[in-house]
């Protein structure tokens, strides 16, 4: 009875579409928006039909459409008649990482890559899993259900916004890791001191983080490194995003854990797997230039 009870009604999802708000309620820059919100592979069918047994078409246009548009006007705004106006979210979010006076920057550039990361690893439709990919997750994480608890797990047990992300480790090849970043946070390692992978409000400036570090911005600003202690050289390959805009209209205040297991089934693993096997190992930190590093921008 309380899951019917906390769970939306339909009538939440009409009265969503009636009062739905323009796109982006910011001016528009016609001449100079340099950053544009790119087209995902299947977004024709999510927006008349959403993701199957995951996303209605009303929080796909939400979470997608209109918050997307949004993180890209702000972007334009911000970088208007300045030098990185033709650069992409991720160059921004890795030159801005270390710079508390470019916050806002940062933010908006970390968001729409992270939120593209996250859409981009969708499909409409169960996919199956690579078996090189399977192979590794295997050799590493003991099988693909025990990946799925930890992963689910982690994701479930956030307190607060963010993403949760599968990344290879780029020095030991089949090595893989599950760790959180929160809000804008940002997985790789180029922008280590925004990573932000604990919950800030509950650490104080005495708690040994090892290498999670909240930027350049509050009590843990003094000590940043740009490779802090006990880092990992990682890159990303899938996220999922547990912001509550993202899954709240569908699966109402209770119903993350059911978002969460229901992402699980609408991973596009053929697009992981071409993550996984662009990511050279062995190639360093400092190499965000080549291969996958290319990614970091991948939104034009």
Same mark, same amino acid.
């Given at each position: 009875?309380?899951?019917?009870?906390?769970?939306? +009604?339909?009538?939440?999802?009409?009265a #969503?579409?009636?009062t739905?708000?323009?796109?982006?309620?910011?001016p528009? %820059?016609? @001449?100079?928006?340099i950053?544009?919100v790119?087209?995902?592979?299947?977004?024709?069918?999510? !927006? #008349?039909?959403? %993701? @199957?047994? *995951?996303?209605?078409?009303?929080?796909?246009? *939400?979470?997608?459409?209109? &918050?997307?548009?949004?993180?890209?006007? /702000?972007?334009?705004?911000?970088? +208007?008649?300045t030098?990185?106006?033709?650069? /992409?979210?991720?160059?921004l979010?890795? /030159?801005?990482? !270390?710079?508390?006076?470019?916050?806002?920057?940062f933010?908006?550039?970390?968001?729409?890559?992270?939120?593209?990361?996250?859409?981009?690893?969708?499909?409409?439709?169960?996919?199956?899993?690579?078996?090189?990919?399977?192979?590794? %997750?295997?050799?590493t994480?003991? #099988?693909?259900? #025990?990946? /799925?608890?930890?992963?689910?797990?982690?994701?479930?047990?956030?307190?607060?916004p963010?993403?949760v992300?599968l990344a290879?480790?780029?020095?030991?090849?089949?090595?893989?890791h599950? *760790?959180?970043?929160?809000?804008? =946070? @940002?997985?790789?390692?180029?922008a280590?001191?925004r990573?932000?992978?604990?919950?800030?409000?509950?650490?104080?400036?005495d708690?040994?983080?090892g290498?999670?570090?909240?930027?350049?911005?509050?009590?843990?600003?003094?000590?940043?490194?740009?490779?802090?202690? =006990?880092? %990992?050289?990682? +890159?990303?390959?899938?996220?999922?995003?547990?912001?509550?805009?993202?899954?709240?209209?569908? &699966?109402?205040?209770?119903?993350?854990?059911? &978002?969460?297991?229901?992402?699980?089934?609408?991973?596009?693993?053929?697009?992981?797997?071409?993550? &996984?096997?662009?990511? @050279?190992?062995? !190639?360093?930190?400092?190499?965000?230039?080549?291969?996958?590093? !290319?990614?970091? =921008?991948?939104?034009?």
């Amino acid at each position: 009875m309380l899951n019917r009870l906390l769970r939306p +009604q339909s009538a939440l999802r009409a009265a #969503s579409s009636l009062t739905a708000k323009p796109v982006s309620a910011l001016p528009r %820059i016609q @001449s100079r928006a340099i950053h544009r919100v790119p087209t995902l592979a299947y977004e024709g069918e999510y !927006r #008349s039909n959403g %993701i @199957s047994d *995951f996303m209605s078409p009303e929080a796909f246009d *939400f979470s997608w459409t209109q &918050y997307q548009t949004l993180l890209v006007d /702000k972007l334009n705004l911000l970088t +208007q008649d300045t030098i990185d106006a033709d650069a /992409k979210p991720g160059e921004l979010l890795v /030159k801005y990482s !270390r710079r508390p006076e470019m916050a806002s920057v940062f933010n908006y550039a970390s968001m729409a890559h992270n939120n593209h990361f996250f859409f981009n690893c969708l499909s409409p439709r169960k996919t199956e899993m690579p078996e090189k990919l399977e192979k590794d %997750i295997t050799e590493t994480c003991s #099988s693909v259900e #025990s990946l /799925k608890l930890d992963f689910l797990a982690t994701a479930n047990a956030m307190f607060g916004p963010g993403f949760v992300w599968l990344a290879k480790n780029l020095e030991r090849e089949g090595m893989m890791h599950v *760790f959180c970043t929160y809000n804008a =946070g @940002s997985p790789y390692p180029a922008a280590h001191s925004r990573r932000q992978g604990v919950d800030m409000a509950t650490h104080t400036p005495d708690t040994p983080l090892g290498n999670q570090y909240a930027g350049a911005m509050g009590a843990h600003a003094p000590n940043q490194k740009s490779m802090a202690p =006990g880092a %990992i050289d990682v +890159q990303p390959i899938l996220c999922v995003n547990t912001w509550e805009h993202v899954w709240m209209m569908d &699966y109402g205040i209770a119903g993350k854990e059911e &978002y969460l297991e229901r992402w699980w089934d609408r991973i596009n693993w053929e697009v992981v797997a071409d993550n &996984y096997n662009k990511i @050279s190992v062995n !190639r360093g930190v400092r190499n965000n230039n080549t291969a996958w590093g !290319r990614s970091l =921008g991948m939104m034009s």
